[in-house]
């Protein structure tokens, strides 16, 4: 007894050691060939695949198989797959009697299920490796449905040359999705697999069409189909040789290998399949936009304008719908197409202007009309100059804004500090801005930094985002709320940036929306020249922008629905004549948002803006001595703002022709009158631009004010700066004009140099001079005995 156990119990152990090498014969992943890297739009078209790292077009098995791939396979390879447990007795059998009576094999009776154990093992076709297909077969049917099975053919069998997958054959064949073929198409990619090295699209080509033909014939006679349509679809073309893939997105494309080799993908919800992935861009606008930017860089290539990139976001959904990176053409590297420009960190020009505009309205520094000088300035050698070469005395923040000039932009950033527009660029998510504050100093607002095409778009988005959501996000710009998707699957977004929240707030409504009302002006000259020259049927707001040596041309327009960036350069930083945003960038920025449907304008945020008291000729918050005051609609920061410093209270005599003082005019006779007074140089070139603008009356002789300050001013050069003497072409010592303004325009005033008399000017105060290099102290004198004393330093340009 005790030995009958024994055996009971060895043969217990011995069915369970069987039982247990036969659930772990198959690994949990059957097929470790790499795949394809494949990228399609929203709704599930092909933008772009890549060839699988051992030289096959393998695609990522798919969801699912069209119906009429499964029972083209079914018919033609294993017509009881449906019935049997992985291996079909009959089949085998018929195979075996067929072997026999030819003398060799002629046939394998292998089911669907054995021969996705075959794909997956690579072994040798003997009777032994048959036998254990047989086994696994029987294992894959115990714990995988049949339509797993179906799926695992589809994606692994081979269908000649180096197409492996029936979506891959699909594409290099045919050029279209499975699920888009017909019957006869079907036909011909479901007898493939029988004999790939044999049969395939380009060679053979009768005995292609006789197969798919005979297996036409047989889908009709099991009534899978009927014959009118079997007849149809014979006298469908065979394809000749491989297509190419699309390439709609190739820059995304890399951009999502890079993504994925970094881990940034997986397990994050974000459409990911394999090596495939689904993105949020728009099928029909990218194709568009490729079109388009091939359209403006053949036009550009005559200039050796090589490179051209746009970005278009969906401002409501916070996602991107068109990418092209670059104007993609393989064939011509020099071009060097293949970098993607999207990511590239250049220089941003005149395009973060209006950031500077809005932070300083948000922390109370300026209001929307605020006047800036724009005179000739000098900073530490530092020379600032508008792109027109001209000056405009002082000018309205926004105009000064919409028209893109340099030197108010510098003096703004001057009030504000570069350091603390440095923490608010880092703060709304420019990433580029490796280095300190002090390495960038106040040319970070002329493109003294770099930026990404990306991060350009997506903080002008968020600021769009922002005034969309008021009500919801309570008054306040958070960049890090606004990063912008361009994978996606079931309403779940994956973005690029893996980026914190930051509690902070960066901008308020009321800053963000006078930003937009001012970047919308149509008329922009300045910079970039007349923009009148532009229309759309939409509002807008946009901005260019132009890097020093004419090597970036930016473009970006944002509206509550849509943020469109455009990039057009050289990849290798070369400078073009011509090269500028609104010559070369603006006129791509139009034409891709015709593409885009039009919509309304920004909602005003009416309960996020304050309506102030402002001095209509200043911009300032009207003071006691503001005759003209209009009630402006500004952030609630600009109760900050401090009052009107141009408007004071003069003293004149009774005619109002002189001003008088009391030492020389009784109070009772004289007359107290508010005047608009700018300094001597913001007056200088002011009333120039301005005929409205009235001088200060002349004191009456015998009558001046002896604290009266600051009636000169010095234009060129400033206080304490360096020049250089020219070297005229014959090799000698050139001159440099030095120029200086009055208030009194007939007034005389006596220059003198290092206490040496040099010359009197009257009404016109310019000198031609030449000062040796060093160190010089610059005294003017005028006929009042006021005087103005500034120094600086004429630089040896041999040795400097």
């Known amino acids: 007894m005790l030995k009958e156990e024994k055996i009971v119990l060895f043969a217990d152990v011995f069915c369970l050691l069987l039982l247990l090498v036969f659930l772990l014969s198959l690994p949990s992943r059957l097929f470790k060939s790499p795949t394809s890297f494949v990228i399609a739009a929203a709704d599930g078209q092909l933008l772009s695949a890549s060839i699988a790292n051992d030289g096959q077009w393998r695609f990522p098995e798919a969801d699912s198989i069209p119906d009429k791939f499964a029972k083209c396979i079914i018919a033609f390879e294993d017509k009881r797959f449906y019935q049997h447990p992985g291996v079909d007795v009959m089949a085998m059998g018929r195979a075996v009697q067929l072997n026999l009576k030819a003398g060799g094999v002629v046939s394998g009776g292998s089911t669907l299920t054995m021969q996705v154990i075959r794909l997956s093992r690579r072994e040798s076709r003997t009777i032994w490796q048959k036998l254990i297909e047989v086994l696994l077969a029987f294992r894959l049917e115990a714990f995988s449905s049949k339509a797993e099975i179906l799926k695992l053919y589809a994606a692994n069998a081979p269908f000649g040359s180096n197409v492996v997958g029936l979506d891959a054959a699909a594409w290099r064949y045919f050029g279209r999705a499975p699920g888009s073929l017909s019957w006869g198409e079907m036909a011909t990619l479901a007898v493939l697999p029988n004999s790939p090295s044999l049969v395939h699209p380009g060679k053979n080509s009768p005995r292609l069409i006789k197969k798919r033909n005979d297996l036409l014939d047989k889908m009709a006679r099991l009534g899978v189909l009927d014959q009118q349509t079997a007849n149809l679809s014979k006298l469908e073309p065979i394809p000749g040789k491989p297509l190419d893939l699309p390439q709609h997105a190739p820059h995304l494309l890399n951009r999502f290998k890079n993504d994925y080799r970094r881990g ?42 090589n490179n051209i990139a746009a970005l278009v976001l969906d401002v409501r959904k916070g996602t991107v719908l068109s990418y092209v990176g670059n104007n993609y053409q393989p064939e011509f590297k020099e071009l060097e197409s ?8 250049r220089s941003p020009g005149s395009t973060l202007k209006p950031l500077l505009y809005a932070s300083m309205m948000n922390d109370g520094f300026i209001l929307p009309k605020t006047l800036i000088p724009d005179v000739p300035t000098q900073i530490g050698g530092y020379a600032p100059q508008n792109y027109d070469l001209g000056y405009d005395g002082a000018i309205p923040a926004d105009q000064a804004l919409s028209r893109s000039l340099n030197i108010p932009a510098v003096k703004m950033l001057q009030q504000y500090k570069y350091q603390r527009f440095y923490d608010k660029l880092k ?19 002329l493109g003294g930094s770099e930026v990404t095409l990306w991060d350009l778009a997506k903080t002008y988005m968020g600021m769009a985002r922002t005034l969309n959501h008021f009500n919801e996000y309570k008054g306040r ?28 707030s960066v901008l308020d409504f009321g800053s963000i929306w006078n930003t937009f009302n001012a970047m919308e002006e149509v008329m922009r000259p300045g910079e970039e020249g007349l923009w009148e020259q532009f229309s759309s049927s939409q509002r807008l707001a946009w901005k260019t922008g132009t890097s020093f040596g004419f090597r970036d041309a930016w473009a970006v327009g944002v509206n509550p629905d849509y943020v469109v960036c455009v990039w057009v350069g050289n990849a290798d930083g ?25 919509g309304k304008w920004f909602r005003r945020p009416d309960h996020q803006l304050k309506k102030m008291a402002v001095c209509r000729q200043s911009g300032y918050k009207a003071g006691n001595y503001c005759p003209d005051q209009v009630l402006a609609e500004v952030s609630p920061s600009g109760e900050k703002t401090g009052l009107c410093p141009y408007h004071k209270l003069i003293h004149l005599d009774r005619t109002a022709t002189y001003r008088v003082t009391d030492a020389c005019e009784s109070p009772g006779m004289m007359q107290h009158k508010t005047w608009f007074i700018l300094p001597p140089a913001m007056e200088y070139y002011y009333k120039i631009k301005n005929s409205s603008y009235k001088e200060l009356p002349p004191f009456k002789p015998g009558c001046e004010d002896a604290g009266n300050a600051y009636v000169m001013d010095m234009i060129y050069p ?83």
């Open 264 to 305: 940034v993908l997986r397990n994050s919800g974000s459409g990911l399949s394999g090596t495939q992935i689904t993105s949020t861009l728009n099928y029909d606008l990218q194709l568009r936009v490729n079109a388009l930017l091939r359209r403006y860089h053949n036009r550009y290539q005559a200039n050796d304008i």
């Open 338 to 345: 293949h970098v993607d420009m999207i990511p590239a960190a």
């Open 427 to 445: 703060q709304m998510g420019l990433s580029t801005l490796n280095k300190p504050a002090d390495h960038y100093g106040l040319s970070l607002i």
């Open 477 to 504: 710009y958070n960049p890090h709320d606004y990063d912008a998707a361009v994978y996606t699957s079931g309403g779940r977004d994956t973005r690029f940036d893996d980026l914190e929240t930051e509690l902070s």
């Open 574 to 598: 070369e400078g073009r004549p011509g090269l500028t945003g609104i010559d070369a960038a603006a006129p791509v920025l139009f034409d891709i948002f015709k593409l885009l449907p039009a």
């Open 718 to 800: 400033k206080q304490n700066a360096s020049i250089y003497i020219p070297v005229e072409l014959d090799g000698t010592r050139g001159k440099v004009v030095f120029n200086a303004t009055h208030r009194n325009a007939a007034a005389k005033i006596y220059w003198h140099i290092d206490n040496a008399y040099v010359a009197t000017t009257k009404d016109y105060h310019q000198l031609a001079l030449s000062p040796l290099p060093g160190k010089h102290t610059l005294t003017l004198v005028d006929e009042n005995g006021e005087r103005l004393v500034q120094v600086f330093t004429v630089l040896n340009k041999e040795k400097d």
